[in-house]
């Protein structure tokens, strides 16, 4: 199972940004999606999460309002549309897959998102 996080890059407080976490060979409905993030010096941070079935379970505090998880009808893509970007928002941005019924975890590589002016 190979994920595929994208969509990071330099944007301005202010602006927005797409991220999408795709798959190689297989659809991702059969897993639960999150997004995570980590900045420098700092733990990894759960920032959303989708069911198997496209149920969105969590939405961390500092980003609710402002940030949407969603997936595409076939499946192949889930999304993190990233509005209103602050600067504490910079980060490397990863997404994990969980298998439905193993629960065995894979991740992507991650993406950068730079907030700044």
């Known amino acids: 199972v190979q994920l595929q996080a994208s969509g990071g890059g330099l944007v301005q407080p202010g602006g927005s940004l797409r991220l999408s976490c795709s798959a190689s060979g297989f659809t991702l409905d059969r897993y639960a999606i999150g997004w995570f993030r980590q900045a420098p010096g700092k733990e990894r941070e759960g920032v959303s999460c989708m069911t198997s079935s496209g149920i969105v379970l969590y939405y961390a505090d500092t980003v609710k309002g402002r940030f949407t998880i969603s997936k595409d009808t076939a499946w192949s893509t889930v999304s993190l549309q990233m509005n209103d970007l602050k600067p504490e928002d910079s980060a490397v941005y990863y997404c994990?897959?969980?298998?439905?019924?193993?629960?065995?975890?894979?991740w992507g590589q991650g993406t950068q998102v730079t907030v700044s002016s």
């Open positions: 994990k897959a969980r298998a439905a019924v193993t629960f065995e975890d894979f």
